[in-house]
T-cell receptor
Framework: NAGVMQNPRHLVRRRGQEARLRCSPMKGHSHVYWYRQLPEEGLKFMVYLQKENIIDESGMPKERFSAEFPKEGPSILRIQQVVRGDSAAYFC???????????????FGPGTRLLVL | DQQVKQNSPSLSVQEGRISILNCDYTNSMFDYFLWYKKYPAEGPTFLISISSIKDKNEDGRFTVFLNKSAKHLSLHIVPSQPGDSAVYFCAASYGGTSYGKLTFGQGTILTVHP
C-alpha cells in the first residue's frame, strides 16, 4: 500500500540552475497538489492538477515555476533559474476523485528539500 | 492575510493528560477542516477531519470540535502519549472554484513529557 512518493528527497542546486521535483500519487488517486514550506512557516498551496490539466495555479509564482501531471508518469514541479529564496521543503499531496459536493482528504508525500547555494 | 491561525506556537503536556490544540479562521466560506501531524523531515500525516455540517468528529484518542459561529476549531488528544510529540497543523478548504486548495495554519509544537 504505497503512499505518495516524492523524489529526490534532497536536492542541491546552484543559483541559476533548474530544479525538477517528482511526485507519484497514491494508487487510485487522480488529483495532485503541490505545497511549499519555507523555514519556520506553515505549508503554502502552490498548484492543483489533474491528469493533463492544471485546475488551480493561484499559488504559483508568476515566473520560473511550472507544473505538469502528464497522462503517463509522475507529476513534475519545475523551477527554472533557481535563487536562494527558493530553498524550502516542497510537498506533494494526492486525493482520490471526489463525489459531487464532497471534499476529499489530501495525503502527503515525504517532501523534497531543496537547497540553493 | 493569514486566514487560518494557530496562535499558540507550542504546547507542553504531561503524559496521560489531555492536549488541546486550537485553530481560528477568518474565511466564513471554509467548509472542510483537517488536522495533520508532522515530524521533522517527514511529510504531514492526516489525523482527522470535520465537515462544516458537523460540530464534532471522533476517532480513537482524537476528537475535533468545530464552532462555526466563533470560527474556531480544536483538536483534543486524550490520553496524550510521548509519541504524539510533533508539530500539529490545522487546514481548511472550501468547494467551488477553490476546491482542492488547503490553507494551513502556522503549526503548534506539541511536547508530551513522560
Amino acid at each position: 500500500n504505497a503512499g505518495v512518493m516524492q523524489n529526490p528527497r534532497h536536492l542541491v542546486r546552484r543559483r541559476g540552475q533548474e530544479a525538477r521535483l517528482r511526485c507519484s500519487p497514491m494508487k487510485g488517486h487522480s488529483h495532485v497538489y503541490w505545497y511549499r514550506q519555507l523555514p519556520e512557516e506553515g505549508l503554502k498551496f502552490m498548484v492543483y492538477l489533474q491528469k493533463e490539466n492544471i485546475i488551480d495555479e493561484s499559488g504559483m509564482p508568476k515566473e520560473r515555476f511550472s507544473a505538469e501531471f502528464p497522462k503517463e508518469g509522475p507529476s513534475i514541479l519545475r523551477i527554472q533559474q533557481v535563487v536562494r529564496g527558493d530553498s524550502a521543503a516542497y510537498f506533494c499531496a494526492s486525493s482520490p476523485p471526489a463525489g459531487v459536493g464532497l471534499q476529499e482528504t489530501q495525503y502527503f508525500g515525504p517532501g523534497t528539500r531543496l537547497l540553493v547555494l | 492575510d493569514q486566514q487560518v491561525k494557530q496562535n499558540s506556537p507550542s504546547l507542553s503536556v504531561q503524559e496521560g493528560r489531555i492536549s488541546i490544540l486550537n485553530c481560528d479562521y477568518t474565511n466564513s466560506m471554509f467548509d472542510y477542516f483537517l488536522w495533520y501531524k508532522k515530524y521533522p523531515a517527514e511529510g504531514p500525516t492526516f489525523l482527522i477531519s470535520i465537515s462544516s455540517i458537523k460540530d464534532k468528529n471522533e476517532d480513537g484518542r482524537f476528537t475535533v470540535f468545530l464552532n462555526k459561529s466563533a470560527k474556531h476549531l480544536s483538536l483534543h488528544i486524550v490520553p496524550s502519549q510521548p509519541g504524539d510529540s510533533a508539530v500539529y497543523f490545522c487546514a481548511a478548504s472550501y468547494g467551488g472554484t477553490s476546491y482542492g486548495k488547503l490553507t494551513f495554519g502556522q503549526g503548534t509544537i506539541l511536547t508530551v513529557h513522560p
